[in-house]
């Protein structure tokens, strides 16, 4: 198996992990985390930010899965959002989680 795919294997285990538990919650921010994983070539294209953030959504799916893969949080929201307009990739550290009152002002929160 080639390293791409180990660590690409390697970080969707972690990353689910760290979604369902926050046993990983840390002072470290989400993007220096993903960069360790490969620089900032991990999210961006030639480590630059997109103008849509289309690619960098590909890319969170690609270890990730998609929202509608994921929990019933994220599944609700296929189609209609990007990762990063919850998760603020470099602003947030490893294990904070977005709450839902940020865009929902009936009482929801993330569980």
Do not use: W
């Amino acid at each position: 198996m080639s390293n791409k795919i180990l660590v690409a294997l390697f970080a969707a285990a972690l990353a689910v992990l760290t979604l369902s538990t926050n046993a990983f919650a840390s002072d470290e921010n989400l993007a220096d985390f993903h960069a360790e994983m490969g620089g900032c070539e991990s999210c961006h294209a030639d480590g630059e930010p997109s103008a849509d953030g289309e690619y960098e959504f590909e890319q969170c799916q690609s270890c990730h899965g998609t929202l509608a893969e994921m929990d019933d949080n994220h599944a609700p929201h296929d189609g209609m959002l990007m990762c990063a307009d919850c998760h603020a990739p470099h602003d947030m550290n490893v294990g904070d989680v977005p709450t839902c009152d940020s865009c929902h002002d009936d009482g929801r929160s993330a569980q």
